[in-house]
């Protein structure tokens, strides 16, 4: 770090010294120009990024579960893309051994949790100490990028959640993604269909009425907001791991969370979605990565 202060001190003298010369000669015009030649030789000496600030993009990866097992992979995979460079993962929890550990994936979560809606018979996790809310984890990180993928947890759990948070499923999922819009309208939203269960898959279609039912609210939701000019996108997560199927299994024994292969495949799907975002697709649903969708 004192090497590049000394280049730039040294860049700085060259470059002023042409305003202490009073009666400008061919001598002097030529020395200027040599000062001005070898500091544009020190910059190029200079480490990319000192001389100005690279502004990151703040991208907050949201979910349960899911979220959680797939973060590692995720943070991984996007490090070994130019990606990584430009992307501070943000999120009010901070788990794990990699350099970026920000995140808000809570597991056991259900969506109705996440956005706790006023008089909604909710109740929050015990295991967390400040479980929070989306409106407080936006108002504490100012994402850029919001990664959802929630709705699992809803479909179990009653007794210790509160209602039966499947039947206004929608209801949370729109709650969530307005809520972010509100207090960041110009943020990037990216919304995954909630994934199947393995146990609700029939000749590689999901029989669940109820989550299907949502995963097409949601879709519909995503493009009225952007026929209205917000950056709100769906990636159909649900339909791309039906896909992936057909080439092996990447649920893991429960049949509800995934194998390292299946963490693998839903990481190269976000990193998809991130590079589709960040070129400004002004297209609301991103294709998938795989050749059946």
């Known amino acids: 770090m004192d090497d590049i202060m000394v280049i730039q001190n040294q860049i700085r003298r060259l470059l002023s010294i042409h305003k202490s010369i009073k009666c400008v000669s061919e001598k002097t015009a030529h020395a200027w120009w040599n000062n001005v030649s070898l500091a ?21 990866s949201l979910g349960d579960s899911l979220c959680e097992g797939n973060i590692a992979v995720l943070r991984s995979a996007v490090a070994q893309t130019k990606l990584g460079s430009t992307i501070d993962w943000v999120g009010t929890k901070k788990d794990g051994a990699y350099q970026d550990p920000d995140h808000e994936c809570h597991g056991g979560w259900s969506a109705a949790q996440v956005l706790q809606k006023p008089k909604s018979n909710v109740r929050l996790p015990s295991w967390e100490g400040k479980p929070g809310s989306i409106r407080d984890w936006v108002q504490a990180t100012k994402p850029d990028v919001v990664l959802i993928m929630l709705g699992t947890n809803d479909f179990f759990g009653s007794d210790v959640r ?46 669940s009425q109820t989550r299907t039912t949502a995963n ?78």
């Open 40 to 60: 544009i030789t020190l910059l190029c000496f200079l480490p990319v990024g000192t001389a100005t600030a690279v502004t990151k993009t703040k991208v907050m």
């Open 162 to 207: 509160g209602d039966n948070t499947s039947e206004f499923l929608t209801q949370s999922l729109q709650g969530i993604i307005d809520d972010i819009l509100l207090l960041r309208p110009k943020a990037r939203v990216v919304v995954a269909s909630i994934p199947p269960f393995k146990w609700d898959i029939r000749d590689g279609v999901d029989t």
């Open 216 to 293: 097409a609210f949601v879709k519909q939701h995503v493009k009225q907001l952007s026929a209205q000019g917000k950056r709100v996108y769906f990636l159909d997560m649900n339909g791309a791991i039906l896909a992936r199927l057909k080439q092996g299994d990447i649920f893991s024994s429960d049949g509800l969370h995934f194998n390292d292969s299946g963490n693998k495949f839903i990481a190269q799907e976000w990193i998809h979605a991130l590079k589709t975002v960040l070129q400004g697709r002004s297209t609301p649903i991103i294709p998938t990565t795989s050749k059946n969708d």
